[in-house]
């Protein structure tokens, strides 16, 4: 989440000191830890894969079970399933009503495809409860506004300590290797409301080292660096359920791995012996493991020594996992019995309703990025002679529901 600073630690020229930065950098740095984990979880490196056992030769089974990809991936798409769409209001002029031309900001979304942008940028708000966003000119003859989405592990954004928290700069830092794969140097980049500097840096941690490389001047008259909150508390729709997700993975490896001890139970002979030394009774074992077949004496008796569980007992627990899963992260699992009837929409409606206002939550902290996304680029085309206010454009958006064709028919029908 954003760092707050003093904006009287700023220059004259609003940019930061390499002092002031390197103590942004270190606080940002504490968050990694985190920040990668969640990456991970999501991509299905989970602990369950650092699981050890203190008999080695026991079955160790290390199940991932990603209940963290699927809460991500269906929150975004039944979020951005469908393109945010742009419209302006209309005004009253003398020629009578008309709506604001906002040609350049539609086809400039349509130039870049902003639609898979805005997917991906969803997905980072998911995962890492924020997502950083840098819009940039290109170098086209006339060049128009691209949009970058930057890592939350190699970013940042600093505002004041005003209630108003005006940003003051953006960082993207990120190490860069030699061709033996050998750290090189830091670059780190830095975006103010006039301009951008690009530093280097063997060592981040020693400001003296901030070697100014490049500067120069943008036109978007505010800082080109955009955070996009996923909730207020700025975590991942996931993060708190990792606990649950955890519990999940081991009970599944356990599962299998019982599943293997009870293959490989062991077989006790009573009454009778394999052999006299070492080598007679592996002879004996190898020879059972080929024929399947123990000859014993009239008295002896062969069984097996198991482990006994009890698999309904198991499979309540997974349920109750599940379930508590879906629950506490308000993600549905849409492949549960309760999707599966054909109930009305408005039942439907009614399963979803935790759902949806986790998305409601959602979209309402993705809409204030999204105006000062329109902010930046009125600015941009304002300076080209256009004349567009970002305070007459609407934005909508609209979830990605499948429809219920035979609902809407009979209802029409019944209307006729």
Known sequence: MALIRDA????????????????????????????????????????????????????????????AEYIVDMSTGYFLGNPVKYKTESIDSDSGTKELDITPITDNFKDVDIHSHDVELDRDRSIYGIALELPFATDDESPIIDFAEISPEHGFLVIDDTVKHKSLFGVNYYPQYDVNGILSNYVINVYTSNKYYKYKSKVLEEPNTYTLVEEEEHYFGMVPFIEYKNKKSCQGDFE????????????????????????????VVIGASFGDDSEEVSETVKTLRDLGVLELPHDAQALYLQKAFDESSVEILKKSLKDDIHEFSKVPCLSDANFAS?????????KLLAFEMLIKQKENFFRQGLKQRLKLMCNFYNIKGFNLDPGCIDIEMSRSLPINRTELINMVVALA
């Open 240 to 267: 708190q359920v990792i606990s649950l997700i955890d519990a999940y993975n081991v009970l599944q490896s356990d599962r299998v791995n019982d599943k293997e001890q009870f293959v490989n139970a062991i077989l």
């Open 8 to 67: 009287d630690l700023l220059s004259e020229d609003g940019s930061p000191s390499a002092a002031l930065l390197r103590n942004c950098i270190g606080e940002h740095k504490k968050e990694l830890g985190r920040l990668k984990k969640l990456h991970d979880y999501y991509y299905g490196d989970h602990d369950i894969k650092n699981r050890t056992r203190s008999n080695e030769k026991a079955p160790n089974n290390k199940l991932v079970c990603n209940h």
């Open 342 to 350: 054909t109930d009305s929409g408005v039942a439907l409606a009614y």
